[in-house]
């Protein structure tokens, strides 16, 4: 069975352009979230999706967007790109929220570099 | 949401046991506690996921105490490809307060020594 998978696996753009990174769940599951790490830091949470709409969103601003398709796969947007988003963006996905124990499954990230 | 805190860093030798212990004070009634291993520039890895008592797998095992406020991850004979960073997860069930916003810790920097 296929993990999660994201494209691109790495991505450099100019500050001030806008990235797009997608992102496929496992089979079977509705729920995609999005992080963000920057080099050496730890995880922060930046988007929740499930059943196609946005459920929760972290402290980010609103050039961070996104959409999560029929198919459940994802999109996530970040318009007029700093030099601080570079960093690695991960997706996750899991079951139905509702189900017992919502175990979280991520991909291996894609990198975006803003120069 | 239950916050979590972990050890920054823990230091131990090829063939030794490990236990990593997180601390998550305001876990809610339905929350699950989830370890996750992390290498460099790779996506955290699933490692082990449990709700109360104790769980094993293949790869290590969880011990929560009754009063689930800790949660010890326990890695049997630690090699060198176990140096990483392991993060705790406390995961609600959705319709119980579950936010879908998931807040992980700082992690664990292991590192494994010859």
């Known amino acids: 069975e296929a993990g999660v998978t994201q494209s691109p696996t790495h991505l450099i753009k100019t500050r001030g352009q806008q990235a797009t990174l997608r992102c496929s769940p496992i089979?079977?599951?509705?729920?995609v979230y999005w992080y963000q790490q920057a080099l050496g830091l730890g995880l922060q949470f930046l988007l929740w999706?499930?059943?196609?709409?946005?459920?929760n969103r972290g402290n980010f601003p609103p050039r961070f967007s996104g959409r999560q398709f029929p198919n459940y796969s994802s999109e996530l947007n970040v318009n007029a790109l700093e030099l601080e988003d570079s960093a690695l963006y991960l997706c996750?996905?899991?079951?139905?929220?509702?189900?017992?124990?919502?175990?979280?499954?991520f991909g291996e990230g894609s990198w975006l570099t803003v120069v | 949401l239950a916050k979590t805190t972990q050890p920054i860093s823990m230091d131990s030798y090829e063939g030794q046991e490990v236990n990593i212990t997180c601390s998550h004070n305001?876990?809610?009634?339905?929350?699950?506690i989830t370890w996750y291993q992390q290498f460099p520039s790779q996506g955290p890895r699933f490692i082990i996921q449990?709700?109360?008592t104790k769980v094993t797998n293949e790869v290590a095992s969880l011990f929560i105490p009754a009063d689930r406020k800790s949660s010890t991850l326990s890695l049997p004979r630690v090699s060198l490809s176990d140096t990483a960073v392991y993060y705790c997860?406390?995961?609600?069930?959705?319709?119980?307060?579950?936010?879908?916003?998931?807040?992980f810790g700082q992690g664990t920097t292991l590192q494994v020594k010859p």
């Open positions: 999706y499930d059943e196609g709409e946005e459920r």
């Open positions: 305001n876990i809610a009634t339905n929350d699950y």
């Open positions: 996750a996905s899991s079951p139905d929220p509702g189900s017992s124990g919502n175990t979280i499954y």
């Open positions: 089979s079977g599951h509705t729920s």
């Open positions: 449990g709700y109360k």
């Open positions: 997860l406390v995961v609600s069930k959705h319709g119980s307060g579950n936010t879908g916003k998931l807040i």
